[in-house]
């Protein structure tokens, strides 16, 4: 009984009412996201937190609901969600080429929202691309170890 006191003295937070527990906020995340009012046609690059989302497992056209996009199904977004792989691979990097070729340009504005450090390679990709030169970036976040870029047309 001694320990299991100690270890809510000690190993608690009692700074605050409801502590996180857990590295990720989707749920602050998808808010900022949803407070937008976004149109439903405004792309959401939706970046997947999980390892296993890469191909031949992961693919544009991954099925919703599903478990590499898990996050979704809890903490939904609105928009049209456009999926992209763990990390960083050529099957993503290509796809992404096709999306900042025609759809992205078009829309006039879209978000990228994923794990932070996905989140921010993706933004660093897609600023370095001509067809954005002159759009302005921002963040929504961070969201502990979740973040969302919003990108805009001038």
Not at 111 to 128: Q, Y
Request: with cysteine; net charge neutral; charged share 15%.
């Amino acid at each position: 009984m001694v320990m299991g006191i100690a270890a809510l003295i000690f190993g608690g937070q009692q700074r605050e009412i409801w502590p996180p527990h857990h590295n990720s906020d989707w749920r602050g995340a998808s808010r900022a996201i949803n407070a937008l009012g976004l149109d439903p046609a405004t792309p959401v690059l939706v970046v997947s937190p999980f390892v296993e989302a890469k191909p031949p497992v992961w693919s544009p056209d991954y099925p919703l609901p599903g478990y590499l996009y898990c996050q979704l199904d809890v903490y939904p977004v609105n928009g049209k969600l456009y999926l992209l792989p763990y990390g960083d691979s050529p099957s993503g990097r290509q796809y992404a080429e096709i999306l900042a070729q025609s759809t992205l340009p078009a829309a006039g504005r879209f978000l990228i929202h994923g794990p932070a450090a996905d989140v921010a390679r993706w933004r660093e990709w897609f600023t370095a691309r001509p067809e954005f030169a002159g759009w302005r970036s921002r963040q929504l976040g961070p969201f502990l170890d979740v973040d969302v870029t919003l990108f805009q047309a001038p």
